[in-house]
C-alpha cells in the first residue's frame, strides 16, 4: 500500500497542474503490463496462482509510483502551472 498511497497524491497533484497525460500513462502502462500481463502468465502458464496475481498487484503499484515520481521530478507541470496561473491573474473578472 506504500506505493499506491505515493501514486495518489502525486497523480492529483499533476493533474490539477493540467498534466492528465502521465497518470494516465502510468495508469496503462501498469494495468496492462502488470495487472492483466504478469498476473495472468505468472497466476496461470508458470501456475503460482492466486500468489502471482498478488505479485501482479504489487508491481502494478510500484509502476503506478515510479512513473508518477518520474512525471513530478522531472515533468513541465510546474511551468504549465505557472503559465495558468499568469493567464487567469491577467484576465478580467467579466471575461
Do not use: K, Q
Not at 9 to 26: E, I, K, M, N, Q
Amino acid at each position: 500500500m506504500l506505493f499506491f498511497g505515493i501514486f495518489f497524491p502525486l497523480a492529483g497533484t499533476l493533474r490539477g497542474s493540467g498534466d492528465t497525460r502521465t497518470p494516465f500513462y502510468a495508469r496503462f502502462v501498469g494495468v496492462f503490463l502488470f495487472l492483466l500481463g504478469f498476473s495472468f502468465v505468472a497466476g496461470i502458464i508458470l501456475g503460482y496462482g492466486l500468489p502471482g496475481v498478488y505479485a501482479g498487484l504489487f508491481l502494478t503499484h510500484v509502476c503506478w509510483a515510479d512513473i508518477g515520481t518520474a512525471g513530478f521530478l522531472w515533468g513541465d507541470w510546474a511551468d504549465t502551472t505557472a503559465t495558468m496561473i499568469a493567464e487567469r491573474s491577467n484576465a478580467s473578472p467579466n471575461e
